[in-house]
Nanobody, 127 residues
Framework: QVRLVESGGGLVQAGGSLRLSCPASGVIFSTGALVWYLQAPGMQRELLAASSSAGITNYADSVKGRFTISTDNAKNTVYLQMNSLKPEDTAVYYC?????????????????????WGQGTQVTVSS
């Protein structure tokens, strides 16, 4: 059974940084990728970043250059270092796993529909 536990969110001023963590138990990470989504109020979940088990990373244009995804394969844990935060980054952030690692293929394969989600972690960026 997959269990995802996101943490590390909080309230931060614009320009600040946060580091999110997500241990993903029950996930076979030897293939595919670990991914991060955000969900702003009233919006659908948006795919932000993916990291393959080989360390290949992909980012949405909205976070490229500001966010960094990384993984600890031994711990099946994915991280998201978020720098230069903006008020529009305010959202609940979720992790998950995927069988492919390119963002467009993840979107095509899952359309945001996964078997399970964690509780997410709230990030609020004040202006």
């Amino acid at each position: 059974q997959v269990r995802l536990v996101e943490s590390g969110g909080g309230l931060v001023q614009a320009g600040g940084s946060l580091r999110l963590s997500c241990p993903a138990s029950g996930v076979i990470f030897s293939t595919g990728a670990l991914v991060w989504y955000l969900q702003a109020p009233g919006m659908q979940r948006e795919l932000l970043a993916a990291s393959s088990s080989a360390g290949i990373t992909n980012y949405a244009d909205s976070v490229k250059g500001r966010f960094t995804i990384s993984t600890d394969n031994a711990k099946n844990t994915v991280y998201l270092q978020m720098n230069s935060l903006k008020p529009e980054d305010t959202a609940v952030y979720y992790c998950n796993s995927a069988t492919v690692w390119e963002l467009h293929r993840i979107v095509a394969a899952y359309s945001g529909v996964y078997d399970s989600w964690g509780q997410g972690t709230q990030v609020t960026v004040s202006s």
